[in-house]
């Protein structure tokens, strides 16, 4: 059954050992609740930037295994061009027991070898070429998967209650250009409202099921970039559908001028 308590302090009475170990229950409790189900990936924060050959992770909140890992301050790193694909890794450190406490660490790091899924979670992976400058912006959906130069957020995941999924901004960015054309599927509008409404954060099994019927077939989706490359497809398509109907809209004009 349901229920509640909590420890009651009266003047002149004992603080006993129970009543502090509700206090010091109680958030771990909630947070296991709140979080039943979820996936791992960044829970919020930790934003990326890039200057002056330092690299930045800003502050946020990671969900690992069923453990809340957090990052009160920004963690900056040296980041020099190397020309090289190069990972943005957090690594999840074994469990230390120390006097009165019990500790769950990371360390952030580049590499250039892939994620381990085993005991490591990407932030974010980039080719940062010499004399260039590794930027954190992008003019449209298609750009965040730039090859060179850019901070790519692709696979980065992020926790969702039905597993993890794709960056909000991401798909915040997807919304906006699929507004921009004229939609009129009951299907794509609903999909499109959802992530407005839901601030970007869609699971990836609710992307998986419009990318099916956007795209009028089964799509295979094993991770993120999955995800991403079935959503640039769909908005390539309605593009060139757009495109075609402004030229047929031209060529009516162009005869009923004639």
């Not at 006097?99 to 360390?107: H, Q």
């Not at 974010?124 to 004399?131: M, P």
């Not at 915040?172 to 299907?187: C, K, S, V």
């Amino acid at each position: 059954m349901f229920y509640y308590e909590y420890p009651k302090f009266e003047k002149k009475h004992l603080l006993t050992t129970e009543m502090l170990e509700q206090l010091r229950d109680h958030p771990r409790y909630y947070s296991e609740l709140l979080f039943y189900g979820y996936g791992n990936g960044i829970v919020n924060g930790c934003g990326l930037s890039w200057e002056e050959n330092r690299l930045t992770v800003d502050k946020g909140i990671l969900y690992w295994n069923g453990n809340l890992y957090f990052m009160k301050e920004p963690y900056t790193l040296d980041c020099f061009p190397e020309d090289q694909l190069r990972y943005l890794k957090v690594n999840f450190l074994e469990e230390e027991k120390k006097p009165g406490k019990i500790c769950g660490g990371t360390s952030i790091y580049l590499s250039k070898e892939p994620v381990d899924s085993s005991c490591e979670m990407e932030l974010c992976r980039f080719r940062l070429q010499v004399g260039a400058r590794l930027r954190n912006s992008y003019q449209d959906f298609c750009d965040y998967s730039t090859d060179y130069d850019t901070i790519n957020i692709i696979c980065a995941p992020f926790s969702d209650n039905n597993g993890s999924t794709i960056s909000p901004k991401i798909l915040l960015q997807f919304a906006n250009e699929m507004m921009e054309t004229q939609m009129t599927d009951p299907y794509e509008i609903s999909f499109v409202m959802n992530i407005l409404a839901n601030h970007g954060k869609i699971g990836s099994a609710v992307i998986d099921q419009f990318l099916s019927i956007a795209l009028v077939k089964k799509v295979e989706v094993a991770n993120n970039q999955d995800l991403y490359q079935g959503l640039l497809n769909t908005l390539r398509m309605k593009t060139t559908r757009k495109g075609n109907r402004s030229r047929d809209n031209q060529g009516k004009k162009s005869i009923m001028l004639l």
